[in-house]
Nanobody
Framework: QVQLVESGGGLVQAGGSLRLSCAAS????????MGWFRQAPGKGREFVAA????????IQANSVKGRFTMSRDNYKNTVYLQMNSLKPEDTAVYYC????????????????WGQGTQVTVSS
């Protein structure tokens, strides 16, 4: 059974940083692409970033380019989202998700999801 557990969320002031982690179990980690998505209050879920199995390819939403960096440690079965220069509009529940194969931004192509971690950025 695939399980994804996010951690690292919290309350931070605008301009601050947070690092989210997502630990995966129940799968052979390396062949799987991982994605981060977020859902702000009253809005739909949106793509943030994704990384391929080897970690050599990443894609990001335009809204986070230059501020967020996604990485993975295949020995620890964990992906990370380093978030810098946070803005109040980054406030959301952040979810990680996993799919076999290449990186995509379409949430419908990710069959497995974590429970989410809350990120709140105060102004």
């Amino acid at each position: 059974q695939v399980q994804l557990v996010e951690s690292g969320g919290g309350l931070v002031q605008a301009g601050g940083s947070l690092r989210l982690s997502c630990a995966a179990s129940g799968l052979t980690f390396r062949p799987y692409a991982m994605g981060w998505f977020r859902q702000a209050p009253g809005k739909g879920r949106e793509f943030v970033a994704a990384i391929n199995g080897s970690g050599g390819t990443t894609i990001q939403a335009n809204s986070v380019k230059g501020r967020f960096t996604m990485s993975r440690d295949n020995y620890k079965n964990t992906v990370y989202l380093q978030m810098n220069s946070l803005k109040p509009e980054d406030t959301a529940v952040y979810y990680c998700a996993v799919k076999r194969g290449g990186v995509v931004s379409y949430e419908n192509l990710y069959p497995y999801w974590g429970q989410g971690t809350q990120v709140t950025v105060s102004s």
